[in-house]
């Protein structure tokens, strides 16, 4: 083994000896080159004042060379901000900034110990490197039924992964703390588990209330205390659009300083927050001692090193001008009230008894998305009838479920979006 990743493991055997142990073999033998050409690059940029021929870029009259064709575009920016590779962690003015806007949605994160956010590729990116640095082939990764289906490519195949599903919902629709209480408690005292929770979750729209939140923390606090190491991460990739009475803020602060046994990860980003997508600037933070975060920060770093090397710059510069700006927020809060408006005016619908007795819909108060529970056809035969009849794209997920993404469509075409799903049912009853 490499003697930086030996000296990297050294300091969390030493300082959290349990996060050690939730290491994957990958985990335990990444490591961030101290000596390298990155190293001797950055060494050169305090030292080098006549000339530094270290890094792989071109410069040009004392800045980094670019064409007209792409600058006359971005006028607005200055190259340096654009044209060379950011650091492999990210900008860290974007690092601090994201950080400051944790501590200051999230309340709860007061006074807990956390590291500083790493710039990924988006939140896929930030999920891959949780796979790769805690988790094993056999490995249980608990998630519930209701899923974004890249974890089963994220966490099984990639890693090959024990995937663990629960029934997201109780029979009275809320969430089941119960079922993931029995899926931790499945794996051996001396095991590890690695738990996702996706609020606003997608499929469903749906984010926990208080009392649920509070019994999510009691289960991994109980699972921890029974002897096993459990590895808890906050997909918050719709975090902030909350519409309803839910949990305002992501679990990553409830779960931090939670327990010795209990490593909690987020993972979060710009991309679905400030509407962003392409952009994929994301980020992953670690919660734990300030030494066990240095050292999972150095082996994420060498993952990042390992893979894409660096994210994107100009998506880092962009989004730091946003949130920099005395507008952001006031912008923000207009998409808000859009999304919110679009959710409202589908629970309206659904709840006016126009569309009869053909579905009920799961709980949605949040996200992008909500889910019909189709009661009389097929979800992939209607999803067929509304696309190639309607012109109408929707996702069927399983037998009886319908996924419809109200973040695309207006307000003032949601019934008849409606309207024409309901047309479909019927158009299938009659065959």
């Known amino acids: 083994m490499n003697p930086l990743a030996s000296q990297l493991n050294d300091r969390l055997k030493t300082d959290s000896p349990y996060v050690y142990d939730m290491l994957s073999t990958l985990g335990r033998e990444i490591y961030f080159p101290k000596e390298g050409i990155l190293s001797q690059s950055a060494e050169a940029g305090s030292h080098a004042k006549k000339y530094n021929a270290t890094i792989g870029i071109a410069t040009e009259n004392g800045g980094p060379m670019h064409l007209a064709v792409i600058q006359d575009t971005l006028s607005a920016y200055n190259p340096k901000d654009l044209y060379p590779y950011a650091p492999p962690a990210g900008k860290p003015e974007l690092r601090k900034v994201w950080r400051d806007k944790m501590l200051a949605e999230n309340p709860s994160l007061s006074g807990k110990s956390f590291g500083n956010p790493i710039v990924t590729n988006a939140l896929t990116h930030g999920l891959s490197i949780v796979a790769d640095l805690l988790v094993d082939e056999g ?23 024990k995937i663990i599903n629960y029934p997201l919902f109780t029979e009275d629709m809320k969430f089941n703390s119960e079922g993931l209480r029995d899926a931790l408690l499945s794996v051996q005292a001396g095991g590890k588990a690695v738990v996702v929770l996706n609020f606003p979750n997608n499929p469903t729209g749906y984010t926990p209330g208080e009392k649920e939140g509070n019994e999510i923390v009691a289960a991994v606090k109980e699972a921890a205390e029974a002897g096993i190491n459990v590895v808890v991460v906050t997909d918050d990739a719709y975090f902030g659009l909350f519409f309803e009475h839910s949990l305002q803020e992501s679990l990553f602060g409830r779960l931090a300083d939670l327990h010795p046994r209990v490593l909690a990860v987020k993972v979060d980003g710009a991309t679905k927050e400030e509407y962003v997508w392409g952009f994929r600037v994301g980020f992953i933070t670690y919660a734990g001692s300030p030494e066990a975060t240095s050292v999972l920060e150095q082996k994420t770093m060498g993952i990042i090193r390992a893979t894409i090397s660096s994210a994107s710059h100009p998506s880092q510069t962009f989004v730091l001008q946003a949130l920099k700006s005395e507008d952001f927020h006031p912008q923000k809060e207009e998409k808000f009230a859009v999304m919110k408006g679009r959710a409202n005016k589908v629970k309206a619908l659904l709840d006016s008894g126009k569309y009869g007795d053909v579905w009920e819909y799961y709980p949605f108060n949040s996200g992008y998305f909500m889910c019909l529970k189709l009661k009389t056809v097929d979800a992939e035969a209607l999803r067929q009838r509304l696309l190639h009849e309607y012109g109408v794209g929707t996702i069927a997920l399983g037998d009886h479920d319908l996924r419809i993404a109200f973040s695309c469509i207006a307000e003032e075409n949601l019934e008849e979006i409606f309207d024409l799903i309901h047309q479909a049912v019927l158009d299938l009853q009659q065959g």
């Open 139 to 161: 490995d249980a990764v608990i998630y519930p039924d209701k899923n974004w289906e890249n974890y089963e490519l994220t966490f099984g195949i990639r890693r090959h992964a």
